[in-house]
């Protein structure tokens, strides 16, 4: 019994150590983990120090950046003003210009025409540059042209340097005639007035001719009225004249010195009492009659049909006798055809019916006087 005790007793001892060693061994190992996460969150810290540090740095570089931006803003926008103040002053000095040219011109014109014919010579013996003043003026657009390219870089002394070469480019002043502003107003005075004159005379002018106009409409109205009376004269003797041939032909053959009016109403007489004598033919009668005029109007249409192919035959035989006299010119070549013949059009005719009883009437009244 005591030897299986202490053999029990001495495998709990190997246990026991066995245990205390893997807990000496889980320590150590803790320890070394703690170690690790110590030196860990050491570097952790100097990450969020070197990240705040960091964050700092930028936070300021980018206020300065902010503020260099808005100070460069500011200098373009005051730039910006700066440019459209002198644009602005450059049109209006543009405009200043063109009104002084136009100053110019006007006094050039103003001027006698001797002075300007001396100003012609002199412009033309100046456009006539010597080799010098090619190369002077050659030098000068070349300094002027480096002046402007180095406005910003160079001192004053350069500036002035272009200053005096624009100044001598541009030294010439025009001349002009009128040296004393008096001259100028008495001229003006003197065309004003001869202005006044011309205005005098074209109103002058204008009086005269619309005095000529209103006689020439005058003129025109009563010759109107003179040609609207002519012709109303000759519409009335052309009326006469057909009056008195149709009184003449149906009322009395003699010569009468009757008016149009007394005429008229004669003809409106016979008119009454042929239709009331019409009116008392009897049918047979008046049957006969239409069929005697009715074959006198076939044999005026026949004969009028006869007298037209007489005309028409004639016509081709004086164009067969023109054609044979004259020289006849052979045609050489193929002859040729035409594209198409036109479709002839169907007119269609429309018989319009008319009474019996009126066609009776004016073939009984002015049958007679055709067929004479």
């Not at 440019?83 to 210009?97: C, D, Q, S, V």
């Amino acid at each position: 019994i005591c030897t299986g005790a202490l053999l029990s007793l001495i495998a709990k001892r190997s246990e026991i150590l066995k245990i205390d060693r893997a807990v000496m061994k889980e320590e150590k190992q803790l320890r070394e983990l703690e170690k690790n996460i110590e030196r860990q969150n050491q570097r952790f810290e100097e990450f969020l120090k070197e990240n705040e540090r960091k964050s700092v740095e930028a936070r300021t570089l980018f206020e300065q950046e902010d503020k260099s931006k808005q100070e460069k803003n500011a200098e373009i926008k005051k730039l910006t003003a700066e440019i459209g103040i002198i644009k602005r002053e450059i049109f209006g000095f543009e405009e200043t210009l063109m009104d002084y040219k136009r100053y110019k011109e006007f006094l050039h014109c103003l001027s006698p025409p001797e002075w300007q014919e001396e100003q012609k010579l002199k412009a033309l013996k100046a456009k006539e540059p010597s080799d010098k003043d090619g190369e002077e003026n050659q030098e000068v657009t070349l300094q002027n042209g480096k002046c402007s390219r180095k406005m910003s870089t160079k001192k004053t002394p350069t500036r002035d340097r272009c200053k005096l070469n624009f100044q001598k480019q541009f030294a010439d002043d025009p001349e002009l005639y009128f040296t004393d502003p008096q001259q100028l107003l008495d001229l003006m005075a003197e065309l004003t007035e001869q202005n006044l004159s011309l205005i005098q005379d074209s109103v002058r002018v204008e009086e005269k001719l619309e005095e000529l106009q209103h006689s020439i409409e005058v003129q025109l109205h009563t010759t109107k009225q003179v040609c609207w009376f002519i012709l109303e004269d000759a519409m009335l003797d052309a009326l006469s004249e057909k009056v008195a041939k149709v009184h003449r032909s149906c009322v009395d053959d003699r010569m009468t010195n009757l008016s149009t009016f007394e005429k008229v109403a004669n003809i409106e007489n016979c008119m009454l009492s042929l239709l009331e004598g019409l009116e008392s033919i009897p049918g047979e009668t008046l049957e006969s009659m239409r069929k005697i005029k009715e074959s006198e109007k076939r044999t005026r249409q026949r004969e009028e049909k006869l007298r037209e192919q007489k005309e028409k035959q004639e016509e081709r035989m004086k164009r067969y006798l023109e054609r044979s006299f004259s020289d006849s010119k052979k045609k050489s070549g193929r002859k040729l055809m035409p594209r198409c013949m036109p479709v002839p059009q169907k007119v269609k005719v429309k018989t319009v019916e008319r009474n019996p009883a009126e066609d009776e009437i004016q073939e009984y009244l002015f049958g007679s006087e055709h067929t004479n």
